[in-house]
């Protein structure tokens, strides 16, 4: 079997359909687009119009996002020999550990967009997650997939919960908790394993930190997550201390946020003008 296996070959069927980043967010059923229709809140709430589409497309964003992460984790065990560059067996063992929680969570994601009116194909899938593990680094993997991508997963899993919450579907709100709670273990196996191989390499951790912060301003989706009410998805703050974030960690991927969204709202007002 090949090692560092590129996006493009992951075996697909027939249902899904390839997107790139951009076709993706520029979906208008999708959970970001109320940011940009003047709403005083993007909030994903039961009261806004389109509120089941954007739930729907985020669910599927999820299952798509579960299949990629299992991908990645399987491709980490696979792709670096046993105790050379930086891949020791306890961290394989942490990443087959995570294939299971990964494939677990790819079977709750397809019945839950059932139960949520959707099926497979309905929403583009982009291969974002799957290219921030194509890393040569173990590290840099750690760091861009456990706690730049699957602590967003930790946000909107959270946001999920809660709409499930507000809408009254125990369902959905459950087999959301029930998967943030693996979620927050995956990203504190990226912390620990970060702080554990690069305890000695200063500039490794600093690199791998960056690649983090490459990876998060890149995912910020033009503000698409933050702490206000501004922000479709929240910033789960409390799950991120569980999971190893320290408070100046979680302050800087707000301050990203929010240059994310000062920055889209830039480029359509540049749009806009030009088109004047």
Known sequence: MRKSFPPEDLARDSRFSRVNRMEQISDPRAASSGASRGRPSARLTPERPEAADAARGLMHGIFVGEIQALEGAGRTCWDFETGSEGAPFALKLDMARQCWDEARHCEISVKLSEHMGTEIGEFGESAFLYEAACNPDPVLRLTGVNRALEGLAIDVFNT?????????????????????????THVKMGSDWLRKLTEKDPERRANALEFQRVVDKLFSFGGFRGEDDE??????????????????????????????????????????????
């Open 160 to 184: 999920m919960k809660e709409f499930g919450d507000l809408s009254g579907d125990p369902v959905l709100e459950f087999c959301e908790d029930w998967m943030l709670a693996d979620e927050v």
């Open 231 to 276: 922000s479709p998805i929240k910033l789960a703050r409390r799950f991120r201390e569980l999971a190893g974030f320290q408070d100046e960690e979680i302050d800087e991927i707000a301050e990203v946020s929010l240059e994310a969204r000062a920055e889209a709202k830039a480029m359509r007002a540049g749009a806009g003008a030009g088109a004047e």
